[in-house]
T-cell receptor, first 114, second 112 residues
């Protein structure tokens, strides 16, 4: 089955700086890669996703890049703000006729230092 | 408001005392699943359901049961809880042919 590794497990950055979180996956058939943000006391919430036919996707201060050859994808947050502090999870899945199963990374706790 | 709800949010129990965590969604989603979240292990799928009366095991199903009698509800049952089931549990749902999952707020369970 799929295995997703995520690094780093913790990350502290100064407010206004950029943050990068990296994930690698093992199943070359995986074609959907979402990123979830989990704030304290809440469930994970989708913030951005990318499909395997696209190399990069951007939404305001957040971007995701995908390298299919190397089987890794990354989350980039620019101009970080205190509200970006949270745990971030990457995930991967493959098309399976409605039974797509997300395999999650182990999470990155991002702390923005004011 | 479109949402996934879970109850209770916090639960302390003792070994062997049966408990049920409820999950309900109001988005008419076919697919529902349960995850547990443990430090350093991320989110692992316990059980999932692709529709009413259709359930199957995820990656860590031992010690858990589920049922799907109605489309909106997907309760998680621990018939004889043990301390290694102390964890943070999330219910999630999505439409069948869309990958975006919507998570509930979580249930923190402590088994003594």
């Amino acid at each position: 089955g799929e295995n997703v590794e995520q690094h780093p497990s913790t990350l502290s950055v100064q407010e206004g700086d950029s943050a990068v979180i990296k994930c690698t996956y093992s199943d070359s058939a995986s074609n959907y890669f979402p990123w979830y943000k989990q704030e304290l006391g809440k469930g994970p919430q989708l913030i951005i996703d990318i499909r395997s036919n696209v190399g990069e996707k951007k939404d305001q201060r957040i971007a995701v890049t995908l390298n299919k050859t190397a089987k890794h994808f990354s989350l980039h947050i620019t101009e970080t703000q205190p509200e970006d502090s949270a745990v971030y999870f990457c995930a991967a899945s493959r098309t399976n006729f409605g039974n797509e199963k997300l395999t999650f990374g182990t999470g990155t706790r991002l702390t923005i230092i004011p | 408001e479109a949402q996934v709800t879970q109850n209770p949010r916090y639960l302390i129990t003792v070994t062997g005392k049966k408990l049920t965590v409820t999950c309900s969604q109001n988005m008419n989603h076919e697919y529902m699943s349960w995850y547990r979240q443990d430090p350093g292990l991320g989110l692992r799928q316990i059980y999932y359901s692709m529709n009413v009366e259709v359930t199957d095991k995820g990656d860590v199903p031992e010690g858990y049961k589920v049922s799907r009698k109605e489309k909106r509800n997907f309760p998680l049952i621990l018939e004889s809880p043990s301390p290694n089931q102390t964890s943070l549990y999330f219910c999630a749902s999505r439409l069948m042919y869309q990958e975006t999952q919507y998570f509930g707020p979580g249930t923190r369970l402590l088994v003594l």
